[in-house]
Nanobody, 121 residues
Framework: QVQLVESGGGLVQAAGSLRLSCAAS????????MGWFRQAPGKEREFVAS????????AYAGSVKGRFTISRDNAKNTVSLQMNSLKPEDTAVYYC??????????????WGHGTQVTVSS
């Protein structure tokens, strides 16, 4: 069982930056692929970014590529999402997710409770 707790959300102006963090419980963090999803009001939850267990492989949604960076620190059991050049359409609840395998899979096994990101124009 893995528990995920997100932090770092908030209100930011367009073109600004935010860094989200996700702390994971458990002793085998490096065996889990990690990812971020988001859900805007009235929309379905969508994939944002993922990273494999070692941090050597990353993937991004087209809408955030070049602006967001996912990273992980296996010594601290954390995964982060650095978000730059934020746009109002990035406003959403952001969720941390974990896959119980080294490589990312499209259906996470664990979810955090989410953190709100609001980008004002």
């Amino acid at each position: 069982q893995v528990q995920l707790v997100e932090s770092g959300g908030g209100l930011v102006q367009a073109a600004g930056s935010l860094r989200l963090s996700c702390a994971a419980s458990g002793r085998t963090f490096s065996s889990y692929a990690m990812g971020w999803f988001r859900q805007a009001p009235g929309k379905e939850r969508e994939f944002v970014a993922s990273i494999n267990g070692s941090g050597g492989s990353r993937a991004y949604a087209g809408s955030v590529k070049g602006r967001f960076t996912i990273s992980r620190d296996n010594a601290k059991n954390t995964v982060s999402l650095q978000m730059n050049s934020l746009k109002p359409e990035d406003t959403a609840v952001y969720y941390c997710a974990a896959v119980a395998r080294f490589w990312w899979a499209s259906r996470p096994d664990y979810w955090g409770h989410g953190t709100q990101v609001t980008v004002s124009s």
